[in-house]
């Protein structure tokens, strides 16, 4: 929840690379079991081998930021 409030969002590879967390999902599902309201959004970017790849991006309802 602090990744999000300083930086607006988190991606699952952010969650990992960053954070050192592996199940995000059970955090995010965690959170919104506390009563946070989190809101899922599919972005769609191309990955480094020139693919289009679709992710999803937690962030705090209310607070967000563009990956």
Request: proline share 0%; aromatic share 8%; glycine share 12%.
């Amino acid at each position: 929840m602090d990744y999000m409030l300083v930086h607006g969002s988190v991606t699952g590879m952010q969650s990992i690379n960053e954070l050192g967390v592996m199940n995000y999902k059970g955090r995010i599902h965690d959170l919104r079991k506390m009563g946070y309201t989190i809101e899922t959004r599919f972005v769609s970017r191309m990955n480094r081998n020139g693919e289009m790849k679709t992710f999803a991006q937690y962030s705090l309802k209310g607070v967000g930021a563009d990956v």
